[in-house]
């Protein structure tokens, strides 16, 4: 059984930063496809960082790149963001992905397995 569990989240002001942490259990975060997406209300969830098995398999949304680096700790099987410069617009919902496969595009409808979710806020 996949679990994905977000850790990280919080409030912060605009321009610090936030380290997302994504624990997974029961998949390889080494081998395949794994992202982060976040949401607001009444929006679509928006891929803003995906990594597949390949350090070159790399995905950055425009409104984040720059600023937002994802990695993944392979033997502690976990997945970061690191999100420096935080504006008001990035707050959301932020959920880590996994998907079968070496690379699936940055979309959720891409993504099999999802965590909760964890709340970002940036206040102005």
């Known amino acids: 059984q996949v679990q994905l569990v977000e850790s990280g989240g919080g409030l912060v002001q605009s321009g610090e930063f936030l380290r997302l942490s994504c624990a997974a259990s029961?998949?390889?975060?080494?081998?395949?496809?794994i992202g982060w997406f976040r949401q607001v209300p009444g929006k679509e969830r928006e891929g803003i960082s995906c990594?597949?098995?390949?350090?070159?398999?790399?995905y950055y949304a425009d409104s984040v790149k720059g600023r937002f680096t994802i990695s993944r700790d392979n033997a502690k099987k976990t997945v970061f963001l690191q999100m420096n410069s935080l504006k008001p617009e990035d707050t959301a919902v932020y959920y880590c992905?996994?998907?079968?496969?070496?690379?699936?595009?940055?979309?959720?409808?891409?993504?099999?397995?999802w965590g909760q979710g964890t709340q970002v806020t940036v206040s102005s």
């Open positions: 992905a996994a998907a079968l496969g070496s690379w699936r595009p940055c979309l959720a409808r891409a993504y099999d397995y």
């Open positions: 990594l597949g098995y390949s350090e070159y398999n790399t």
């Open positions: 029961g998949f390889d975060v080494e081998h395949h496809s």
